[in-house]
């Protein structure tokens, strides 16, 4: 699917390529703004004057911070230092999130916090008092884990009840009523829904001859191709074999063509839920109750809403201050949503006109570092501004066992060029480079002809290049894959080439056949052969 340039993010899967998990929110804002022009750090701790909380067992390689030359602001993952920390307390606290939606008349489900203390069999009358069908969920928990919908029975809740509170351990609980309707999730900064996605529960469609596992592998390896799925895949459980027992199903089982199965019951996208953006199609009472429903939070400036939704009303089931948002960029299906663009507009409104270059950093590194405690402290070289002229050069010739990658690369380094260089199965050696500064470009041209003592140059066949560049200069070692999209690119541009030389031969021919044709009109013309002595003895008279 083509994306729509209005609402592209740039974001190739090179630059995020082993960026997994909440890691990958912060590296995409963290992006966002270094490529404005902001100096971008990145903190093993909290650093003592960020008035940013950090949340969770691991907060490596999610805390950064953005200066401009007046500020600096603090981020954790997707959530910056205007978000105050008491409203990511809330947050976290669904009973009491529930109460500052209740004040300011948001829609919520009627339902009841019970703590750890409260034995099952009071928390199973409130269930019959209340009415089927229910949801259980952790009052304190994240990514769907421990939420168990609409159960229907005084069996199925003592059933889920015990599974929630003694095999999962989560002992104080939120008991709901079931609220049926579409499942959503709507990004919202300020006074804006910036980004909306449906989620769907895990799900196959049947081919009329593969088994439902075979289905399931099937969509894991296209889940595998997304960059925020790829660590989210359908994963055969109990709850699977629950769901399938229950439509008379087994992993066995062949469904017919077309034929559509849920495997769970929640549509979280972590537990395998298909992503599909409906921001467009959002209707505007539900952006009013998405917006309201942050604004009603004490210090929430922007968060993940999750909503149900039923024609044009929808009732908010929880709000999430440190929200993934890579879901909004890579959705399954739909177009791609920039959050990360409206994040930092909304720290730093001064960069919103701000020409981005397509450069990026190498994040593993830094990740790498922080994780082995090497260091505290990382400030990323700022980017490249300005226009960013990129080639890609083809060098032919006796370039390869002789030092010529190395020799290119010191080039590179001296002229502040950013890129890359590898061999060819070919025997030819592939440059990409790219430089705010034509002329430092140029001059590293001309060194590349030259290379070392050994080496002897043919030519440079020269093109242009659009993808991403790694900030920094390095020699590749190259994989089988990118050799073919190499080689198809060099073909590529053989085959534009030729379809130019034929084009223009074809005006040659069709030039010379107009004269042509003029010339002998001339020749048979009756005036051409009158002045045929007149010709003959001016020609006479020149020589």
């Known amino acids: 699917m083509k994306q729509n340039l209005e609402h592209s993010t740039d ?9 997994r998990g909440f890691n990958l929110c912060a590296y995409l804002v963290a992006l966002e703004g270094w490529r404005r022009g902001l100096t971008l750090k990145w903190y093993y701790n909290t650093p003592s004057n960020a008035k940013l909380k950090a949340i969770g067992f691991n907060p490596i390689g999610k805390m ?22 008491e409203a990511v ?16 008349g948001v829609p919520c489900p009627e339902g009841k916090r019970f703590k750890e203390e409260v034995a099952d069999e009071e928390i199973i009358q409130y269930a019959r008092k209340l009415g089927y069908p229910l949801v259980i969920k952790p009052t304190f928990g994240s990514l769907g884990k421990g939420v168990v919908t609409n159960i229907n029975t005084d069996e199925g809740f003592k059933k889920n009840l015990r599974y929630v509170r003694s095999t999962l351990n989560y002992l104080d609980v939120i008991i709901e009523r079931f609220i049926s309707g579409e499942d959503a999730r709507v990004y919202v900064v300020q006074d804006k829904v910036v980004a909306a996605l449906k989620r769907v529960p895990a799900n196959v469609t049947g081919d009329g001859k593969s088994t439902i596992e075979e ?23 109990e709850e699977v074999h629950t769901f399938l027992r229950k439509e008379g199903y087994s992993l066995s089982s062949v469904l017919k063509k077309e034929e559509l199965i849920y495997l769970r019951g929640k549509s979280n996208i972590s537990s395998g839920g298909d992503s599909i953006d409906i921001t467009d199609q959002l209707p505007a009472e539900i952006k009013e109750v998405a917006v309201k429903a942050v604004s ?56 919103k006109e701000t020409i981005k270059n397509n450069f990026y950093f190498d994040y593993k590194v830094i990740n790498n570092l922080m994780s082995s405690r090497e260091v505290n402290e990382i400030e990323i070289t700022n980017a ?30 001296l002229h502040n060029i950013h890129g890359y260089t ?17 002329s430092d470009l140029e001059e590293f041209l001309k060194s590349c002809y030259i290379g070392p003592d050994k080496a002897n140059v043919a030519r440079i066949k020269e093109y242009e290049w659009y993808n991403p560049i790694k900030v920094g200069f390095e020699i590749r070692s190259k994989s089988k894959e990118e050799e073919i999209k190499e080689l198809k690119l060099e073909l590529n541009q053989i085959k534009r080439e030729k379809q130019e030389m034929e084009q223009e031969m074809s005006y040659i021919v069709k030039k010379y056949s107009n004269m042509k044709g003029k010339y002998e009109a001339i020749r048979n013309s009756s005036s051409w052969k009158v002045t045929a002595p007149l010709r003959k003895l001016m020609s006479f008279i020149k020589n």
């Open 11 to 19: 974001i190739a899967k090179r630059i995020v390529r082993g960026v």
């Open 64 to 85: 950064f911070s953005l200066s401009s030359d007046e500020r600096t602001h603090f981020f954790f993952r997707s959530r910056g230092d205007k978000v105050y920390n």
């Open 89 to 104: 307390d809330i947050g976290t606290n669904k009973e009491q999130t529930k109460k500052y939606l209740e004040k300011e």
């Open 215 to 237: 289905l399931i592998q099937k969509k894991n390896e296209e889940r595998k191709k997304n960059p925020h799925l790829a660590t989210r895949l359908i994963k055969v459980d």
């Open 296 to 351: 009603s939070v004490p210090g929430l400036v922007h968060a993940g809403v999750d909503l149900i939704i039923k024609g044009n009303k929808a009732v908010v089931m929880e709000i999430n201050p440190t929200a993934v948002i890579a879901s909004h960029l890579f959705p399954m299906t739909g177009i791609p949503r920039n959050v990360p663009k409206a994040i930092v507009d909304y720290y730093f409104p001064e960069t």
């Open 384 to 413: 490249p501004i300005g226009q960013i002229h990129t080639k890609r050069y083809i060098v032919t010739g006796k370039v390869q066992g002789v030092g010529y990658r190395r020799w290119v690369r010191k080039r590179a380094l």
């Open 422 to 438: 590898k061999n060819l199965d070919n025997g030819k050696v592939v440059i990409v480079a790219a430089s705010s500064n034509k």
